[in-house]
């Protein structure tokens, strides 16, 4: 033993657990690597050392392609209203208590990203029900960018940083929005004071896309979900937030783990809204449109229950960062829509996880239901509880005469009318103004129409005059005032000093097209 461990030996705590290895085994030395002599080289026998590096090199997993700063904790669903003649679903019935975990998020910044940045903001919940784990993965915004995920990728994109220059781009985000007028809606509620909540408990949350729920008499409403907070909507300004992110970047973190820890839990009113089959035929816009909410006169929110975050994660990296949440992961009596982007999510989420966490990512602990599992995928990587749950090891294909899990047809689906050919609709017939127009005239208050402007407006600075002015022109069509004061704001910059025009490198040069 050399002095240096002996020196260490000497001051251990003796009621320390004994140092292993990972495969556990007694480690005799944790402080000096093993060499050819006191001066001479390392040996590759000291397995121990390798071993720390290489898992060194291993601690990182790819992060979210999108959603990757994320804040989260474990809490209970309760449910205390009655909605259980629309639905069979056990954890909608009423006096239901369901342990989940929610995951919030930015969507564009990269894991050290500043909590406090505009950005839409991701609220995704996984209830670990009786009936396996049903995860609603919503914003806190009621609409969405695109209705299309064909556009998915292309405007992610834009959120993220330019190939060359490595910054984030407002050319690139206001050229896509300024061309895709369904983003009108998401823009305006963005850029409005909710773009920035105080803390996650300061926002609501929204499935955003429509649901369907199911009764026992195996018939169908559609839904949509809202968790309204009962802290209060709180905003800052970006002032504000530059502010505190000059002093910390962690605000949500910070905000969120200490008052779980000082037991001021937060609460969420969880509502739905319920439209018939019926209805959704006769409704003006298409109720499977993530860019539209329903409006509260037509299909008033019914107040069902309460969410309470109330336990932080032992461990970051092996709760909140391996979370795995998809729109897929539905439990009899919810089920999903048309919607086109909600369809898209079913596959690319779990899609992400296969790659991001492993194929078996569902064996993860945080991932893990809470009630039998018994499937038929086999191997693959952490296929350490998947495969075969009967105990009986002929049973490892389907079907099979060794008394291996089998489907359940009376939990099918009521059929789905469709209506027309397979091809592909155009989207861009559908209104992209009327509910923009609601917002801006019926919900935006006094000075927050201003703000409004000042935050378009003030991420202008270096977007080429033609994208404004396509911008411009949609603004009007919600409404002359909108155009009116996002213009006024845009002059008043364009004098100041800080504006800096057509400065991106890929828009010195107006394309000929424009
Ligand atoms: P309502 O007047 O009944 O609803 C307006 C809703 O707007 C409020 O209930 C609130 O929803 C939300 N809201 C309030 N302040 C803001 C804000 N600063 N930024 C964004 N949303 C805010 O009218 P309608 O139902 O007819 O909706 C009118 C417009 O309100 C819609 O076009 C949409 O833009 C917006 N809106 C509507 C929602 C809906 O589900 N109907 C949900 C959210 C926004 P909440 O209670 O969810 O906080």
Request: some cysteine; hydrophobic content about 30%; overall charge negative.
């Amino acid at each position: 033993m050399s002095n240096s461990s002996q020196d260490n030996a000497a001051s251990l705590n003796k009621n320390a657990p004994q140092l292993t290895t990972s495969a556990g085994a007694p480690v005799p030395n944790n402080q000096d690597s093993m060499t050819a002599g006191e001066k001479g080289p390392l040996l590759v026998q000291d397995y121990q050392l390798l071993e720390k590096l290489a898992h060194q090199n291993r601690e990182r997993i790819p992060e979210r392609t999108v959603h990757a700063k994320g804040w989260g904790a474990y809490g209970t669903l309760k449910i205390t209203g009655d909605i259980s003649k629309y639905t069979k679903a056990a954890c909608l019935q009423p006096g239901a208590e369901t342990h989940m975990i929610a995951r919030f998020s930015t969507v564009a910044g990269e894991q050290g990203a500043a909590d406090h940045e505009r950005d839409v903001r991701g609220f995704a919940l996984k209830f670990y029900t009786p009936e396996g784990n049903w995860d609603l993965v919503g914003n806190n915004t009621p609409v969405f960018f695109i209705r299309d995920a064909y556009k998915f990728p292309d405007f992610i994109h834009t959120q993220k940083r330019h190939p060359k220059t490595n910054l984030r781009s407002p050319t690139a985000m206001w050229d896509f929005w300024s061309l895709s007028p369904e983003s009108l809606h998401q823009v305006t509620i963005l850029m409005s004071d909710r773009g920035i909540p105080l803390s996650p408990m300061h926002m609501n949350g929204y499935g955003s896309h429509t649901f369907s729920l199911i009764n026992d008499q195996n018939e169908r409403v559609w839904v949509k979900f809202h968790f309204k907070t009962q802290q209060g909507h709180k905003t800052v300004t970006n002032a504000e937030a530059e502010d505190i992110i000059g002093k910390t970047r962690e605000g949500y973190q910070e905000r969120l783990f200490n008052a779980i820890e000082d037991k001021r839990f937060p609460k969420w009113t969880f509502q739905v809204q319920i439209m018939t089959e019926s209805q959704a035929n006769a409704v003006e816009f298409n109720p499977f449109d993530v860019t539209k909410v329903w409006p509260h006169d037509e299909f008033p929110p019914h107040d069902i229950g309460e969410l309470e975050l109330n336990r932080n994660p032992e461990n970051y990296f092996a709760e909140i960062e391996s979370v795995a949440f998809s729109p897929s992961n539905t439990v009899p009596g919810i089920s999903h829509s048309p919607d086109k982007m909600l369809q898209a999510r079913l596959f690319s989420y779990a899609d992400a996880h296969r790659y991001r966490l492993g194929t078996h990512y569902e064996s993860l602990p945080v991932n893990q239901p809470k009630c039998p599992v018994h499937h038929y995928h086999k191997d693959g990587e952490m296929n350490t509880y998947g495969g075969i749950k009967t105990g009986n090891p002929n049973a490892y294909y389907e079907p099979n005469s060794f008394n291996g899990p089998q489907d359940n047809h009376d939990l099918e689906e009521p059929a789905l009318a469709l209506d027309g050919d397979a091809a592909r609709y155009s989207h861009k017939k559908y209104d992209d103004f009327k509910q923009v127009r609601d917002l801006f005239v019926k919900v935006l208050k006094g000075d927050e129409k201003q703000r409004l402007y000042d935050n378009i407006a003030g991420t202008w600075a270096g977007v080429p005059e033609f994208i404004c002015e396509r911008q411009l022109a949609l603004f009007k069509q919600v409404h002359p005032d909108y155009e009116a004061g996002v213009r006024e704001s845009w002059e008043k910059i364009k004098q100041s000093n800080e504006y800096v025009p057509n400065s991106h490198p890929v828009t010195e040069k107006t394309p000929e097209t424009v």
